[in-house]
C-alpha cells in the first residue's frame, strides 16, 4: 500500500521546521498555511516563519545559558530555523538576533525548494480530514477559532490562554544621538549593540505616572479574566506592580556608561537593540504594551532621545492559547484522544520562538520515524530539547492543574549531583558554583544529544544545513 503524506497545519516556526526534518528524512510532506486567504492579529506578510514579536532569539551562549544551549543542539540537529538565524544575525551582544525580514525570507525559499515540500495555501477550519493519518498541528498561539474549538471538542479538556504584546519598532534616523549613544550592558558582543536612552529620576517618575495614567486596550468579555504570561508582561502592566519595577526590569541602568556624560549615573534606560540588516529600524527591548497608539507615541516620545521618534509599528496585543499538554498530549506530542494527530509549538505551551521551533524539530523526526515505522525516540531529558519535551508532556515540574508556558531554563533539567569544587578541592558557593553546574550540564547535554542524532541518524539529518543542501535533497 503507498504510504500516505504527513500534512503539517501552519507555516509558522514550529511548523517549517517540522516539515524540514520530515522531508530531510526523505518523507514527503505538506505545509498547509491559511495567510494570505485568512490574516492573524499578528502577522503582517504571508511568509513562513515571519516573526510577530521581537527579533531576538534572546542568549546564544551555550556554555552558560538554557536557551543559548537549545540553540546549539538544534544546531547539532540540522535545524533549517537556527541555520537560517545564523545567516540573518544582526548584532546583539551575547545574544542571536536577526533581520526579520530576511530570516523569514530564508526560511520561506528553502520550504519552497525542497522537492518533497508541498505549501498549500487555505484555512483548515476543523479536525483534519479522517484519511490524514499523520497530521502536525502547528497553528501556533493564534489558532483560528474554528480548529480551537474541534481540538478541544476532541481533547475534552478547557484551553488556557495568556495574553502577549508586541514591543514598538523606531527608525533609527528619527533618534538624537546627542543624548543617546551605543554600547552593550558591560561591553558584551561588539560593545555597542544597542542603542541607550537614559532617564533621571524626574524624568522616569514622569514616565512611569504616564504609564498608569495612560489610555490602554479594552479587552473584550470574554478576556477580560485571561492571564497575562509572566515572561512578556506590558510595560504598563510592569509599573503596576511597583513603581521601581522598570528599574529593575527592562530598564535597568546597570553595565552602562553615558557617553554624553560619564560622570553621572543615569537612574534608568531605555535600550533599543538592531531589528534589520540595514540597521535602520531599533526595536524598544522589554516595551510590549497594550496602551492605544496615540498613548503609546505621546508616553513613549518622553524618552531623552526618542522626543521626535517615528514608529515603523507601534506596540500591540493579542490572545494566545495552548493545550493543558500535560493531560491530553503522549511522551511524543501525540493527542492521547486521537493518536494521528501530533501538536507543535506555542499551542502545546512551549513559550518563545527557539522553544516553538525546538517542538517542531521534535514532532518532525518524531512523525518521519512513525512514517518509516522506526522507533521514536525521544530526546534525553538531559538535553535541553528532552527538559523541554518532558515539562509539557507531564514532566517532574508541569503540573497538570495549573500548567503554564514555559520559556527553556535550567531548572527543567535533572539536577547534576557531583560535588563541586575548585583546582584546590575547596567547595565552591555562590555564582562559582552556578556557573560550574551549568557548565556541567551543558557539556552533558551535548554528549547526549550527540548520541540521539546518531541514533535517529537514518531517519533524520545530519549534519551542517547549507543552501547546497537545500538544492541537493533527494
Not at 34 to 54: F, I, N, Q, W
Not at 75 to 91: E, F, T, Y
Not at 134 to 149: F, K, M, Q, R, W
Not at 208 to 229: C, H, N, Q, R, V
Request: aromatic fraction near 8%.
Amino acid at each position: 500500500m503507498m504510504k500516505k503524506t504527513v500534512h503539517i497545519v501552519g507555516g509558522g516556526l514550529a511548523g517549517s521546521e517540522a516539515a524540514w526534518q520530515c522531508a530531510g528524512a526523505g518523507v514527503p510532506v505538506i505545509i498547509h498555511e491559511m495567510r494570505p486567504e485568512r490574516g492573524t492579529e499578528a502577522h503582517l506578510t504571508d511568509k513562513l516563519a515571519e516573526l510577530v514579536c521581537s527579533n531576538s532569539f534572546r542568549s546564544d551562549d551555550h556554555e552558560n545559558n538554557a536557551v543559548g544551549l537549545l540553540h546549539e543542539e538544534m544546531r547539532r540537529c540540522g535545524s533549517l530555523i537556527m541555520w537560517c538565524a545564523d545567516q540573518h544575525k544582526v548584532p546583539a551582544g551575547s545574544a542571536l538576533a536577526v533581520d526579520r525580514e530576511g530570516f523569514s525570507a530564508a526560511v520561506n525559499a528553502a520550504i519552497e525548494a525542497h522537492p518533497l515540500i508541498t505549501v498549500e495555501r487555505g484555512e483548515i477550519a476543523s479536525l483534519p480530514p479522517a484519511d490524514w493519518d499523520n497530521v502536525i498541528i502547528a497553528t501556533g498561539p493564534l489558532t483560528s477559532p474554528a480548529l480551537s474549538e474541534a481540538i478541544l471538542s476532541l481533547s475534552g479538556e478547557d484551553a488556557l490562554a495568556f495574553f502577549d504584546a508586541i514591543a514598538p519598532i523606531v527608525h533609527r534616523d528619527s533618534i538624537d544621538f546627542t543624548k543617546a549613544w551605543f554600547q552593550s550592558r558591560y561591553d558584551k558582543g561588539d560593545g555597542a549593540d544597542y542603542i541607550n536612552c537614559p532617564l533621571d529620576k524626574d524624568q522616569y517618575e514622569a514616565f512611569i505616572d504616564a504609564l498608569l495614567s495612560g489610555d490602554k486596550t479594552e479587552f473584550k468579555d470574554w478576556e477580560k479574566d485571561t492571564p497575562y504570561f509572566d515572561g512578556c508582561l506590558p510595560i504598563e502592566v510592569m509599573a503596576e506592580r511597583g513603581r521601581e519595577t522598570l528599574r529593575h526590569g527592562p530598564m535597568k541602568p546597570v553595565g552602562l556608561t553615558n557617553e554624553h556624560n560619564p560622570t553621572v549615573k543615569a537612574y534608568a534606560i531605555v535600550q533599543l537593540r538592531q531589528d534589520n540588516a540595514l540597521a535602520t529600524l531599533y526595536n524598544m527591548v522589554g516595551f510590549q504594551t497594550k496602551l492605544k497608539y496615540g498613548a503609546q507615541q505621546d508616553i513613549f516620545r518622553m524618552i531623552p532621545g526618542l522626543e521626535n521618534a517615528e514608529f515603523a509599528r507601534l506596540g500591540g496585543i493579542h490572545r494566545n492559547t495552548f493545550l493543558n499538554s500535560p493531560v491530553v498530549l503522549d511522551d511524543t506530542l501525540r493527542l492521547k484522544a486521537e493518536p494521528r494527530l501530533r501538536f507543535a509549538g506555542q499551542i502545546t505551551g512551549v513559550e518563545g520562538y527557539v522553544e516553538s521551533a525546538a517542538c517542531g524539530l521534535m514532532t518532525g523526526r518524531f512523525a518521519a520515524a512513525q512514517y518509516l515505522d522506526k522507533p521514536t525516540e525521544s530526546p534525553p531529558q538531559t538535553t535541553a530539547l528532552g527538559a523541554l519535551l518532558a515539562h509539557i508532556t507531564g514532566g517532574h515540574l508541569a503540573e497538570k492543574r495549573s500548567f503554564q508556558p514555559m520559556n527553556i531554563n535550567f531548572g527543567l533539567f535533572p539536577p547534576m549531583n557531583t560535588p563541586f569544587k575548585d583546582k584546590n578541592g575547596k567547595k565552591l558557593r555562590g555564582k562559582e558554583k552556578t556557573r560550574a553546574r551549568r557548565r556541567l550540564i551543558t557539556a552533558r547535554a551535548l554528549d547526549d544529544i550527540q548520541i540521539w542524532t546518531l541514533t535517529g541518524a537514518s531517519y533524520s539529518h545530519r549534519g551542517e544545513v547549507s543552501a547546497d543542501d537545500i538544492a541537493t535533497k533527494p
